[in-house]
Each structure stands twice: as C-alpha cells, then as structure tokens.
C-alpha cells in the first residue's frame, strides 16, 4: 500500500535519525499526526532555527548560535588551559564531569588516512594559530581513545614547538576502543586527572 | 552545562516522537547538526509540509492529504465490504495483508469510558449514516483485540438495524489484548478470513 505523498516523505525524511529505521519512522510519523499535531510543529520549527542559526563558535569551534559560544566568552574560565576535542558532544561529556574549567577546542574529527581525513580537513591550523598567541599553558589532548584519536593526539603534539606550552594526553581511565560521549562522568574525571605529558 | 537555547529546543522538542529520552534526544540533535544537516532541513520541511496538509479523507476519515484518500477513490475496491477499524495505522496494517479488496473507515479510537470517551468523541455516527445509504452488505469490526476494542465492537454492532447488513468481527487469530498495528500479516490474514457474525 502507497501512503499518501506527503506521508510517505514524512517517513523517510525521519529516517535520517540516527537509529531509526522504517517500522520505527511509520510509528513516529503517525503518531505525530494523529496524537501531537502540536510538537511536530515545534519540532518541525526548533529544527529549521536550529539548522538556520546554529553555525560554529569562532574560538572554539564548538556549535553555538553566537559567534563566542557561552563557555568561551565565560571570563571566569582559565584561558591557559586548553583541552582538543573531536565533536562538540564531547565537550558537553567533559563539562559534565564539572572537573574542568579551562577551555575547549574542537577539532571537527580525527586523522583518517582511510576516509582521506588529513590535518587541512581538522582546524589545527586553528589550533596552532591560538597555541601560537602566547596564551596557553597546557594543551590537554582529548581526543577518542581509539586508534584514530590517539594518531590524532600524537600529531598535534608533533606540531607543537613552543617548551612553555606543556602538553598532556587524557589518561587511559577511559576504555580503550569506546566513544567518549557514552562514557561515565567518572570515568572521564578520572582520565583528566591523571593526564600524562607527550612531549 | 546548558547549551545554546536553540539546541536545548532542539532536544526537547525531539523528545515528542514516541520512544526518544533525553540521551537519544542529544544524540539526534548533534547528529542532525553534525553530520546531516541537509537531512535535518528536509525533515522539518516534510513535517511542517504534512502537520499543515494533512486531514482525513472524509468518507473513511483516514489520513489524507486530498479531500478523498487513494483507497476510497479506488474504483475497483468493493464498496460493499466495509471495515472498521481505530486508526489509521490499522488501515495500513489490514492493507499489508493484501487480502482485503473492500473500503475502510476509521473511527478514531475506541469506546474508553474511564478515559471520558463515548460514542460522540469516534465517528460512530458518520458510520452509521455511511450504512443507512444502502451500499454497505457486510460491515467488518476490526477494533483491536483489547476490553475496549471488544465493547466497540459489540456497541457498533447493537447500532446496526438494517437486517440486511451482516455485522462480522475479526476472528481471534490475533492475539488478545494486543495492538493491531503490530500483529504479522499472516496472523491478520487469518484473522479476517476467519470473522464470524455478531447480529
């Protein structure tokens, strides 16, 4: 049976959702149509204000709606101290562990040679321009403790030149192989803690 | 840590859609920001498209998007064969059996009298009018199988005067106590094919 068009492209627009697939995208659509008209409207506008205004910060690159996002422009953060993420989920698992208070930068991924990910596709360029003005102590690397991440971590520390600029790796608290965004806030208090240096 | 208030949006807006907590919500609303956003524009082009055009057909009062949905305009479909069912999720499981060739009308729920439903709050009178116009010979109680389903059914069936009118349920192939919309179709096949007389 062919639903009618407009239906049948409701399900297979929320099939880009992650873990959504078809059953579950049908179940979704019908109920948003026939029992909450009014958050599928809410929904339908939070997400063309978020994807129309939503872009990156300019210091830290997380995602943000301003130009400076709020932790960025929060002057009572420790600027000397910056910790290199890959997504902007992950700044959000190392601020909830509430054992941080410097800043962030995120990279946008990881060094993939396999993808054809290589440093001009990150924003280390960014990177090294802020670690070159002078202003940070330490660079805590932060990225994945996978394969890639590590190989990530260990290049930018390569590309770092400056001996007043300490550079440290999260410790290996975190399990090996994981995803940072679905590890406890334990855990990662813990890998900060016990940071090791690189060079 | 909050995040900026139209990504807090995002996420509790997403929230609406059946089976979505806050740590899925997140992760949809990073992933659609992240990774998909031209997925994530057309989702919520598809949803505002839907929410503002989307009605019910009014002879079956399905889902339609046109003032008559496809399968009432079918001309080769058996106008004297109806069947009754809640909603239109029914429909298109009944129609995935591909063993029904008659019209569908949906009645918008079940007769629920703890939940302050009644006759007048379904399209039980709609109903009723459809089978006064004579065209109807068999009329086909496919509520669910649960306590309010039953009572729908058997209430509908109390309604029906014209002895010329066969009034059939569904016969209990399906499980009791579930939900129509997720029994297999060859369970739902058998249950149609083996509906017995009410009246």
Redesign the interface.
């Known amino acids: ?7 049948e ?2 399900i ?3 099939r ?4 959504v697939g078809p059953k ?1 995208a ?9 029992r ?2 009014t ?13 129309e ?2 872009g990156r910060c300019s210091s830290c690159r997380t ?4 130009e400076l ?3 960025c422009s929060d002057a009572s953060r420790d600027r000397s101290l910056l910790c290199v993420l890959e ?3 992950d700044v ?1 698992a190392v ?2 562990t509430g054992g941080f208070n410097g800043h962030y930068f995120v990279l946008g991924g990881h060094l993939s040679p396999i993808d054809g990910i290589g440093p001009a596709d990150l924003a280390i360029d960014r990177l090294l321009t802020r670690i070159e003005s002078g202003e940070v102590r330490e660079l805590i690397l932060a990225t994945n403790p996978t394969v890639e991440g590590e190989a990530t971590a260990h290049f930018i520390a390569a590309q770092i030149e400056d001996d007043n600029v300490k550079v440290t790796r999260i410790a290996h608290g975190v399990p090996v192989g994981g995803e940072l965004e679905y590890v406890d806030g334990g855990t990662l208090a813990h890998a900060l803690a016990g940071r090791r240096t690189l060079n």
Chains 1, 2 share one sequence.
Do not use: K, W
């Open positions: 049976m062919a639903f009618s068009p407009l239906i492209q409701l297979s627009a929320l880009c959702l992650p873990g579950s049908q179940r979704m659509a019908f109920h948003l149509l026939e909450d008209r958050g599928g409207a809410q929904l339908a506008d939070a997400l063309s204000a978020a994807i205004n939503i995602l943000s709606e301003s996002c709020e932790l997504t902007p989920m959000l601020e909830q």
